[in-house]
């Protein structure tokens, strides 16, 4: 029964259909005829005048009709024609438009909408709250599903903006310091994209599409910020030492390699490993050692 239901509503959804409307120039033309019929109709007045008062009427009436079917349709704006509250179709083409009277008109924007939401928080994917904003980029493609589907579809898109913001940023940790996942800092344009797929899915029951998304803004919450700025930063101090044993290293096994072959010095294991332990202490000192001469014999 709910899968019925389901589909049942699926089919109920509006789609959007070109509308029967006529050139506004053309109109423009019949309108000024009946002016002029009416105006030469006053001159039968004196010869004629049942038939002047007829063509007069006949002729204020053409002109009222006509004039009240007039609208004016600039680029990248559509209007939805209903009659009585029923769908009749949407008419795109842009200039001076003529309908019958009794037909209803809504004009809606196609042009692009630029929105920036608002700062969110949000708990990534180990659990660390964050704050979030995104900014979206979107455009009505169907004024049907925009217009009959949807109460306010521009309450909705701010709705469904929130909400897939939410969902993306709980999707991902906020950074990865080993550099073995997507994350919401160091994935920019994988994110966006997912991001942009989410909100495409999630509004396109009301006739609209996303051309870009991205985050505007991506920190850590107040509360945790100051903790994981620390937490980086001991991170990068232990990277920065492990590289700089890691060179140490090489270069003390360079240096022994050396007075080897070249037969500079013949060291035990003793003077090897003390010669070891005061290289290592100058390359990876944080201070300048103060050298201190040995004026005796080496042993």
């Known amino acids: 029964m709910v899968e019925s239901g389901t589909r049942n509503t699926a089919l109920t959804l509006s789609r959007e259909h070109g509308a029967t409307t006529s050139s506004g120039y053309a109109m423009l033309l019949v309108m000024l005829l009946a002016l002029a019929v009416g105006g030469g109709a006053l001159a039968l007045i004196p010869t004629a005048p049942a038939l002047a008062l007829v063509t007069i009427v006949v002729a204020t009436l053409v002109f009222l009709f006509v004039a009240c079917g007039f609208y004016m ?5 559509a209007t939805a024609i209903t009659l009585f509250g029923a769908y009749k179709g949407t008419d795109r083409t842009t200039g001076l438009r003529w309908l ?18 608002e700062r969110l928080k949000v708990n990534d994917l180990r659990g660390n709250p964050i704050e979030i904003a995104a900014q979206v980029v979107w455009r009505v493609t169907d004024t049907a599903q925009a217009l009959f589907d949807i109460d306010d579809y521009k309450a909705f898109v ?3 903006i929130e909400a897939a913001v939410r969902t993306i940023g709980a999707r991902y940790p906020y950074d990865d310091y080993e550099h073995q996942e997507v994350t919401l800092r ?4 994988q994110v966006g994209a997912e991001l942009r ?3 495409i899915e999630r509004l396109q029951t009301a006739g609209i599409t996303v051309d870009e998304c991205g985050f505007t803004h991506l920190a850590y919450a107040p509360e945790i ?12 101090v232990v990277a920065a030492r492990a590289t700089l044993v890691e060179g140490a290293v090489g270069m003390v096994e360079m240096a ?9 010095v013949e060291l035990d294991d003793e003077r090897r490993a003390a010669m070891v332990s005061n290289l290592m202490v100058v390359l990876c000192g944080e201070r300048d050692t103060q050298p201190v001469v040995n004026a005796g014999t080496l042993y």
């Open 73 to 77: 349709q600039q680029p990248n704006q």
């Open 256 to 264: 022994l390699d050396l007075l080897s072959k070249k037969g500079v």
């Open 225 to 236: 910020a100051g903790a994981m700025l620390r937490r980086q930063q001991a991170q990068a």
């Open 100 to 117: 019958m009277p009794w037909l209803g008109r809504k004009k809606v924007s196609l042009r692009a909408n630029n929105m920036i939401s």
């Open 186 to 189: 160091g994935n920019h344009d």
């Open 197 to 199: 797929a989410e909100l």
């Open 158 to 160: 701010i709705v469904q």
